[in-house]
Structure formats: structure tokens, C-alpha cells
């Protein structure tokens, strides 16, 4: 693909819930721009966008694709970002690279939860944003009553500026209300018709309404409106890609991407109306040395940020830039200051889809391809090491959902932990951790089909062969009183015997104060060589457990007396005798089990709160708080839960409120399990130590 300058690229993506087209309407841009022959359907497995194995099986976008194409001299940048609520990384990481987002509605399902989640990052950022009412060819679409729904749920900014001609099984193209044309289409193409009589008061009624909004986004054009109650077109369009560009206004359009109606007008508002990266600022970099602010502009010495990174099955490693100043060529070093390395840089490619296409060189503004480095990851910057600047990484959102998993092979151990590094490389909302008191590997991403979709990657990239689990919760074993007990482990088989003998005060300590032992021993009871080894062997059992095999916290002891024999003492004689203490004591101390309870934060729509609260009580736990955010609905649900109560949280907090609560959740402190709960864990633990 040629070198395309600054002025000529548009760089945006494709945001709305899973199925309301957005696919289809890249396939929909390719085609019409010459690059596929033919159109693919989602449901057939054969677009250029869904083209991985899990996509193509689940029938869902997975990973944000890149579409370049080229309308009109203009080079468009298209990422189709995934719709599903547990690829929201995908929509943090895309967002951060573009200057417009295309926002998508069905046009019979209207306002749904995909496209309300991404909304709150498109108005705090004041994106420059369209909004598309697709799939107006399915039976029930209305255009009017989605544009009312968003507009009542979401923002009055949005305006439409087509109105469509006919719905569902009639719909055949739109009215332009800007430039007042209106289109019918045939096989895909545009034909200019006459505007239908039976639509003049609502285009009267939407027109007047755009202009005034127009009028709004410019001074002067204002100031005239004021005057005259008019603007000509020119000046509307004027007008309306500066409100577009502030934030204020969102254009909305009807389209039926499947049957390529108003696909073409879409790439029309695109290039018309949202801005170049030459008509923004760059983002304000950092200074690695000293910290301090650094201002760029397209024209300084060349800065990239590094927005995804993917492993191709051929070439290897894929790292995807965002160009941010100065011209881009391959065959050179790059210098990434995240890491403080240099890496070298082959050839450039244009992705689109699955498909690499070689390119010589990028401008500033453009979006490009680079194999084979080693040390960048999602999130570093690219730049030169004589002007080094640092972009703010990515802010991903907290993990929703942490699962256990293990290599059905035994064999397997070391290739899970080398594929699991790469996975989480390229996916910065999956994390990895090893928990040392569970001897668990535990992965974490956003929902349940985000995890299932890494166990199947594991299989494919990796061969490996993974089983997933809920993690075992680290419950802790300890002492409500005190007791007193004499232990002794003597021994006697032929030759040297095993004599060790002490008596241990036990008693329970302040909660967190996890162990205190203290040496009471007077007049040589037990020689002092054999006191680090009774404390040896009560600090293994209580690592071990006595009750449930979780670990011992919160306890004092002491040794006040005890007994050795000259001959058969030993530090493995007392070792166990201070272990068997320990155990025997434990049984007569009033044990119990205590449990992690969390710090649990929801936001959640008012309507939503009753089932929200009515299930936290369910889980045991305890509502701490509660406030309004913000003047949109939403309430913020403070509680401490106990972490066993909250693993498939995510799948539950999903279903009572069809996707539009989240929540945020850290450890706070331990407290005593429940005896009747606490009767089923220990009397779990006794069965499988028979099993075994």
C-alpha cells in the first residue's frame, strides 16, 4: 500500500454489542474499495475480519482486526473491535489509537449493553463519534425509536443526519438532510431518486434540528444562524465536523451493511467528518530520564505507541503501532524506553485481516505492522534514542473471573508456564499467578468465555491439553483458646532410639499476628541446641495444617518444660515431638477455620440495586455503603463478602443486570468460617486424605 500523508488518513473503529453488524460492515468497506472480490458472512465463517479458528467457530469477533482500505484518495484505518463484554481490553487498547469511533445499533434490538459500556469512554474522552442503525432490512427495525432510546439512555447529542426510506423488506437507501438527495440502491449501488413526498415533515423536523446543532459548533456560522434562521449545505457540513469534532454532536445514519445499502455513505462521513490525525493533538508524552512532560507534534523526530501485539502462526511475533510523529521506514533500530533496549526492525507491513501486505513507508497518523521484535510488549512506546519519549500505557480494567488451571498431562508443567507468559503478553487483561499457599496456577481475565477461549489457544498454539477449576480458597486453621500439652516422640528398634520430649503452652494471638514462639526453658530441661528444633517442627505443621491441611496462623507458643536422653535425642526426635504438640494441641484449643473476606465495590443501575443487595446478603455478606455516581443512574454498592461466596461473581453480577454492573474486588482481612460451613470443609478434607 503507497504512503498516504497525514491530512489523507482516518483512523477508527468499529464499538456496539456482539451481532449488531460491525463484521459485516467491514466486509462490507472492503468490498466496496476493491479489496475482496466478494462479500463474506459472519454466520458462513468467510469474512476477512473473523478469520480465527475460535471466530469462525463461535461466530463472533474475538480480537480486534485491522481493515485498511482506500475511499476517495483517503486511506481509512478500520479496527473492528470485538463486541462481547469480556474483550473489553480490546476496546481500551483501540480506543487509545484512533480519532473517531463508529458506534453500532441494531436497528430491531436498539440500545443494547455493548454499545452503553463503551459509551462512557467515548463521552469522557469526547470522541468524535457516528452512530450507525444497522441491520434496517431485518424484520422490526426502527430506525425512530432507537435513535429516542439513545438518545434518552445515553446523550441528546445524537442527530440524524439520513433519514432511511422504507424498513425492513422495504428499506431501499435514505434521505441526505444535509445536502437534501436522497439514494435508493440496486445491487449495492447508489442512485439518485427524488426525495418521497410522504417524508417531508420529518425531514422538516430532523433538518431544523441538525442545523441549529451545526450552527452551534461555530462561531460565526452561529451568529449567522441567529440572523437569517439558514445555513447552505456547505456550511452545515462546516459546522457539523466541528461539533463532531468537540463531542457535541453525533451524526446518525441508517445502513444495512448485508446488502451494502449506505455502506459508501458511511465511508463518505468518515472522511467528511471525523477528524485527521493532523487535526489533533498528540497525546502528551513523558521524558524517561527526568519524568517531565514532553509535547510532540506529527512533524518531531518519530514516536510510536504500541497498541496490540499477536503471535502469527508463520512470521512469529506481530507488533501493531499507531505512528504518532515523523516518518516511519523499515530497515532501522527503534528505541523502546519502557524497557530501556533497541530493537531492530526488518520491513513494515500492512495487516489486513489475515492477510500482510510488505509496505516501505508510513506518515505520521497511520497505523502499521512490524514482526519479530523481541522485547515490546502491548503498551511500550517506539521511538529514537536521541529524542525519547514515553506515551502513557493503556489502563485496563481489574480481572472479573480467576480459575485454576493445570496441564492434563504431568508431563506438561513446564510448556504451561511458556505458553501462558506468551498469552498474557498479548493479552494484557489475562494475568497469570502462581498462589504458593494453594500450590495453584491461577489465570484471571474478564468472564468465563475470556478464560475458555485461552484454554483453546493453549491446545492450538501450544499443544497443550489444560483442565480448568474454580481455585481453592486459602482458608486459615486457628485456635480460639488455650491449651496445655506434654508431647513426646520416643522410639526404640535395635541400636540408637529416637527420644525427644517437650511440653508446649498454647494459646491463640491478635488477629494477623500469624506466630510467636517463645523459649521458657530453665535449668537445662532440654538442651538449647534442640530448641530451634521443636520450633522447626511446629512451624512445618503449621504450614501443613491440623485440621483441614491449611496453613496454622495467630498463635502463640511457648516451651515451659520438657526432657532428652544423652544418647538418643536429636534434632529430628525433637522436630517431631514439637509438631506432635502442636497437633495435639490444636484439637483441645477450640480450632476453627478462617476465611478471606473482600472489599467488594459495584456499580450498578438504580434498577438493578434490590437484586444487587438481596444477593450480596445471600453470599453473607455485609452492605457497608451505598452512593449515586454521577447523574446517569448509577449507584455504588460497598460490601465485604467472603471471597468462597464470590467466584463465579462475575457470571452472577452478569445476569441480574444484563451486563451493565461490574464490580472491583480486593482483599481486606480473615474472619471465622461458619461451623456449620466450616464442618463441610474439614469433613471434605478427612475423605479425600482416606481416598488417598
Not at 248 to 259: N, Q, R, W
Request: charged residues 30%; hydrophobic residues 35%.
Amino acid at each position: 500500500m503507497k504512503k498516504y500523508t497525514t491530512d489523507k488518513i482516518r483512523n477508527i473503529a468499529f464499538y456496539g454489542h456482539g451481532g449488531s453488524g460491525k463484521t459485516s460492515m467491514a466486509e462490507a468497506m472492503l468490498f466496496n474499495t476493491g479489496v475482496l472480490d466478494r462479500m463474506g458472512k459472519v454466520e458462513d465463517g468467510n469474512t476477512a475480519m473473523d478469520f480465527d479458528d475460535e471466530e469462525k467457530k463461535r461466530g463472533m469477533s474475538i480480537y480486534t482486526s485491522l481493515a485498511p482500505c482506500q475511499w476517495k484518495e483517503y486511506k481509512i484505518n478500520c479496527l473492528d473491535v470485538p463486541g462481547f463484554l469480556d474483550f473489553v481490553g480490546e476496546i481500551k487498547s483501540s480506543i487509545s489509537v484512533i480519532e473517531g469511533a463508529i458506534l453500532f445499533a441494531s436497528a430491531n434490538s436498539g440500545l443494547e449493553v455493548g454499545l452503553e459500556r463503551v459509551w462512557d469512554e467515548i463521552e469522557t474522552r469526547k470522541l468524535p463519534s457516528i452512530l450507525v442503525v444497522n441491520k434496517m432490512d431485518k424484520e422490526n427495525a426502527d430506525y425512530y425509536k432507537v435513535i429516542q432510546s439513545i438518545r434518552e439512555k445515553l446523550s441528546p447529542s445524537f442527530h440524524p443526519i439520513h433519514l432511511p426510506i422504507g424498513s425492513s423488506e422495504t428499506y431501499s437507501g435514505y434521505v441526505d438532510i444535509v445536502t437534501m438527495t436522497a439514494y435508493k440502491y440496486e445491487n449495492g449501488k447508489a442512485v439518485k431518486i427524488d426525495i418521497p413526498a410522504d417524508m417531508s415533515d420529518k425531514i422538516e423536523e430532523y433538518r431544523s434540528a441538525l442545523v441549529e446543532s451545526a450552527a452551534e459548533g461555530d462561531d460565526e456560522l452561529l451568529e449567522k444562524y441567529l440572523e437569517t434562521m439558514e445555513l447552505t449545505d456547505e456550511e452545515v457540513v462546516r459546522g457539523l465536523k466541528e461539533a463532531v469534532k468537540a463531542g457535541k454532536v453525533i451524526p446518525v445514519i441508517s445502513a444495512s451493511a448485508t446488502k451494502n445499502i449506505a455502506v459508501d455513505a458511511l465511508m463518505n462521513a468518515v472522511i467528511d467528518l471525523i477528524p485527521s490525525p493532523a487535526e489533533v493533538p498528540v497525546p502528551m508524552g513523558i521524558n524517561p530520564a527526568s519524568g517531565d512532560a514532553v509535547e510532540v507534534n506529527i512533524d518531531s523526530p518519530f514516536s510510536a505507541f504500541v497498541f496490540k501485539t499477536t503471535a502469527d502462526p508463520y512470521v512469529g511475533k506481530l507488533t501493531f503501532l499507531r505512528i504518532y510523529s515523523g516518518s516511519f521506514a523499515g530497515n532501522r533500530a527503534v528505541y523502546n524506553p519502557n524497557k530501556d533496549k533497541e530493537e531492530k526492525v526488518a520491513g513494515l507491513l500492512t495487516i489486513r485481516g489475515k492477510n500482510q501486505e510488505n509496505t516501505d513507508e508510513v506518515a505520521a497518523g497511520d497505523i502499521v505492522t512490524v514482526a519479530k521484535l523481541v522485547y515490546t510488549v502491548t503498551g511500550d512506546t517506539l521511538c529514537t534514542k536521541e529524542s525519547p519519549v514515553m506515551y502513557p500505557a493503556i489502563e485496563f480494567p481489574p480481572t472479573a473471573i480467576s480459575m485454576a488451571i493445570f496441564p492434563k498431562s504431568k508431563g506438561d508443567e513446564d510448556k504451561l508456564g511458556t505458553g501462558l507468559a506468551k498469552i498474557s503478553d498479548e493479552d494484557p487483561t489475562f494475568k497469570v499467578m502462581r498462589d504458593t499457599e494453594t500450590k495453584e496456577t491461577v489465570v484471571s481475565g474478564m468472564g468465563e468465555l475470556h478464560l475458555d477461549i485461552a484454554k483453546c489457544k493453549m491446545k492450538k498454539k501450544f499443544g497443550i491439553d489444560v483442565e480448568l477449576s474454580y481455585p481453592r480458597i486459602s482458608y486459615k486453621e486457628t485456635i480460639k483458646k488455650k491449651a496445655h500439652v506434654d508431647s513426646k516422640h520416643k522410639k526404640q528398634s535395635g541400636g540408637k532410639g529416637q527420644y525427644g520430649h517437650c511440653v508446649l503452652d498454647i494459646e491463640p494471638l491478635e488477629r494477623g499476628k500469624y506466630f510467636e514462639f517463645i523459649d521458657k526453658i530453665v535449668g537445662g530441661a532440654i538442651p538449647r541446641n534442640f530448641i530451634p528444633s521443636i520450633e522447626k517442627g511446629i512451624r512445618k505443621t503449621m504450614e501443613e495444617g491440623a485440621i483441614a491441611g491449611y496453613p496454622i496462623v495467630d498463635i502463640s507458643i511457648s516451651v515451659v518444660d520438657g526432657s532428652y536422653h544423652p544418647v538418643d535425642s536429636s534434632d529430628m526426635a525433637f522436630q517431631i515431638a514439637g509438631s506432635k504438640g502442636l497437633k495435639e494441641g490444636m484439637k483441645t484449643a477450640n480450632p476453627c477455620l478462617l476465611e478471606p473476606i473482600n472489599n467488594v465495590e459495584v456499580t450498578v443501575p438504580d434498577q438493578y440495586m434490590g437484586d444487587v443487595i438481596g444477593d450480596i446478603n445471600a453470599k453473607r455478606g455485609r452492605i457497608m455503603g451505598m452512593e449515586p455516581i454521577g447523574k446517569k443512574g448509577l449507584q455504588l454498592v460497598k460490601a465485604q463478602v467472603p471471597l468462597a461466596e464470590m467466584q463465579k461473581y462475575a457470571i452472577d453480577l452478569r445476569s441480574m443486570t444484563q451486563g451493565r454492573g461490574v464490580y472491583v474486588m480486593n482483599f481486606d482481612h480473615y474472619e471465622e468460617v461458619p461451623a456449620q460451613i466450616a464442618e463441610g470443609i474439614i469433613a471434605e478434607y478427612e475423605k479425600n486424605k482416606k481416598e488417598e
